[in-house]
Protein backbone atom coordinates (compact mmCIF):
# COMPACT_ATOMS: atom_id res chain seq x y z
CA UNK A 1 0.00 0.00 0.00
CA UNK A 2 0.91 3.08 -0.66
CA UNK A 3 -0.01 6.42 1.32
CA UNK A 4 0.84 10.38 0.32
CA UNK A 5 0.19 12.39 3.25
CA UNK A 6 -0.05 16.29 2.81
CA UNK A 7 0.54 18.96 5.62
CA UNK A 8 0.54 23.00 5.39
CA UNK A 9 -2.12 25.20 4.22
CA UNK A 10 -4.33 27.15 6.23
CA UNK A 11 -5.60 30.76 5.66
CA UNK A 12 -3.81 33.67 4.55
CA UNK A 13 -4.59 36.99 3.38
CA UNK A 14 -4.51 38.23 -0.46
CA UNK A 15 -1.06 38.70 -1.41
CA UNK A 16 0.52 36.48 1.32
CA UNK A 17 2.42 32.79 0.75
CA UNK A 18 1.52 29.25 1.68
CA UNK A 19 3.64 26.20 1.81
CA UNK A 20 2.22 22.46 0.83
CA UNK A 21 4.19 19.43 1.22
CA UNK A 22 3.30 15.83 0.48
CA UNK A 23 5.08 12.77 1.87
CA UNK A 24 5.03 9.25 0.16
CA UNK A 25 5.25 6.20 1.90
CA UNK A 26 5.01 2.32 1.60
CA UNK A 27 5.39 0.02 -0.65
CA UNK A 28 7.47 2.31 -3.39
CA UNK A 29 9.31 1.27 -6.23
CA UNK A 30 9.75 4.49 -7.93
CA UNK A 31 8.06 7.34 -7.71
CA UNK A 32 7.86 8.61 -11.84
CA UNK A 33 6.07 12.12 -11.10
CA UNK A 34 4.23 14.03 -8.31
CA UNK A 35 1.73 17.16 -8.50
CA UNK A 36 -1.11 19.20 -6.99
CA UNK A 37 -4.58 19.34 -8.11
CA UNK A 38 -7.22 21.67 -6.38
CA UNK A 39 -10.97 21.47 -6.08
CA UNK A 40 -12.97 24.83 -5.04
CA UNK A 41 -16.30 24.95 -3.94
CA UNK A 42 -18.53 23.08 -6.41
CA UNK A 43 -16.19 23.20 -9.00
CA UNK A 44 -14.32 20.25 -10.63
CA UNK A 45 -10.45 19.47 -9.26
CA UNK A 46 -8.33 20.90 -11.38
CA UNK A 47 -4.38 20.37 -11.99
CA UNK A 48 -2.01 22.84 -10.71
CA UNK A 49 1.54 21.78 -11.25
CA UNK A 50 3.39 18.84 -11.83
CA UNK A 51 7.27 17.75 -10.89
CA UNK A 52 9.01 14.63 -12.67
CA UNK A 53 11.51 12.15 -10.85
CA UNK A 54 14.19 13.77 -13.28
CA UNK A 55 13.03 17.46 -11.79
CA UNK A 56 10.72 18.45 -15.13
CA UNK A 57 8.36 21.27 -14.09
CA UNK A 58 5.22 22.00 -15.68
CA UNK A 59 2.33 24.51 -14.12
CA UNK A 60 -1.29 25.41 -14.88
CA UNK A 61 -1.27 29.18 -16.55
CA UNK A 62 -3.42 30.59 -13.32
CA UNK A 63 -0.41 29.33 -11.02
CA UNK A 64 2.34 30.39 -12.96
CA UNK A 65 5.25 32.86 -11.68
CA UNK A 66 3.49 32.49 -8.32
CA UNK A 67 3.86 29.19 -7.55
CA UNK A 68 7.01 26.79 -6.81
CA UNK A 69 6.74 23.00 -6.94
CA UNK A 70 9.67 21.43 -6.11
CA UNK A 71 10.59 17.81 -5.01
CA UNK A 72 12.88 15.61 -2.83
CA UNK A 73 13.74 12.34 -4.01
CA UNK A 74 15.72 10.94 -1.16
CA UNK A 75 12.39 11.86 0.98
CA UNK A 76 9.36 10.73 -1.28
CA UNK A 77 8.53 14.50 -1.01
CA UNK A 78 6.93 17.42 -3.03
CA UNK A 79 6.40 20.65 -2.02
CA UNK A 80 4.49 23.49 -3.29
CA UNK A 81 5.31 27.08 -2.79
CA UNK A 82 2.86 29.63 -3.06
CA UNK A 83 3.08 33.56 -3.17
CA UNK A 84 0.49 36.51 -4.46
CA UNK A 85 -1.73 34.32 -3.46
CA UNK A 86 -4.98 35.39 -4.60
CA UNK A 87 -9.07 34.89 -3.12
CA UNK A 88 -9.57 32.73 -6.04
CA UNK A 89 -6.64 30.20 -4.94
CA UNK A 90 -9.25 29.12 -2.56
CA UNK A 91 -9.73 25.33 -2.65
CA UNK A 92 -8.76 22.09 -1.32
CA UNK A 93 -5.38 21.24 -2.28
CA UNK A 94 -4.34 17.55 -3.34
CA UNK A 95 -1.25 16.06 -4.13
CA UNK A 96 -1.13 13.53 -6.46
CA UNK A 97 1.75 10.90 -7.30
CA UNK A 98 2.32 8.28 -10.33
CA UNK A 99 4.19 5.57 -8.61
CA UNK A 100 5.56 2.26 -9.16
CA UNK A 101 4.93 -0.51 -6.46
CA UNK A 102 6.92 -2.88 -8.82
CA UNK A 103 8.94 -2.76 -12.05
CA UNK A 104 5.67 -3.64 -13.61
CA UNK A 105 3.13 -2.09 -11.87
CA UNK A 106 2.39 1.44 -11.47
CA UNK A 107 -0.76 3.36 -10.36
CA UNK A 108 -1.95 7.26 -9.54
CA UNK A 109 -2.39 7.85 -5.41
CA UNK A 110 -3.73 10.82 -3.83
CA UNK A 111 -3.62 12.11 -0.42
CA UNK A 112 -6.39 13.79 1.82
CA UNK A 113 -6.37 17.33 0.57
CA UNK A 114 -5.67 20.23 2.59
CA UNK A 115 -7.67 23.20 2.93
CA UNK A 116 -6.19 26.61 1.14
CA UNK A 117 -8.05 29.66 1.98
CA UNK A 118 -7.19 33.38 0.93
CA UNK A 119 -9.17 35.93 2.46
CA UNK A 120 -9.52 39.12 0.58
Known amino acids: QVQLVESGGGLVQAGGSLSLSCAASGSIFEINSMGWYRQAPGKQRDWVATITASGITNYADSVKGRFTIDGDNSKNTVYLQMHSLKPEDTAVYYC??????????????WGQGTQVTVSS
Open 96 to 109: TAEIMTSPRYQSDY
